[in-house]
């Protein structure tokens, strides 16, 4: 089973920036799509972007387009979601996963798509 590793959250201030790291073990990474979700209490799970396996493609939520960029590196078997222009409503949980379906599926917002989750990482932005 794929284990997934996400660092970088904290607490910064609104228009503040940070970058998130998911590391994945195992040597497939480069077969996995893989997107960032997040979750805040009380709501559910949030699509927030997605990669494909190559690093050719992304795709994100109207909420976080044109402030977030995802990224990979397969050589190093890491996502990256930089994070610019936070906002208070970013504040959530922030969880990597990795979807290890079928080659040439579209890239997906649903997280029941996913196979392999991260433990998240808390991304707190103050007003």
């Known amino acids: 089973q794929v284990q997934l590793v996400e660092s970088g959250g904290g607490l910064v201030q609104a228009g503040g920036s940070l970058r998130l790291s998911c590391a994945a073990s195992?040597?497939?990474?480069?077969?996995?799509?893989m997107g960032w979700f997040r979750q805040a209490p009380g709501k559910e799970r949030e699509f927030v972007a997605t990669?494909?396996?190559?690093?050719?493609?992304?795709y994100y939520a109207d909420s976080v387009k044109g402030r977030f960029t995802i990224s990979r590196d397969n050589a190093k078997n890491t996502v990256y979601l930089q994070m610019n222009n936070l906002k208070p409503e970013d504040t959530a949980v922030y969880y990597c996963?990795?979807?290890?379906?079928?080659?040439?599926?579209?890239?997906?917002?649903?997280?029941?798509?996913?196979?392999?989750w991260g433990q998240g990482t808390q991304v707190t932005v103050s007003s």
């Open positions: 195992g040597r497939t990474f480069s077969s996995y799509i």
């Open positions: 996963a990795a979807d290890a379906g079928v080659v040439g599926v579209v890239l997906s917002t649903l997280a029941a798509r996913y196979d392999y």
């Open positions: 990669i494909s396996r190559s690093g050719g493609s992304t």
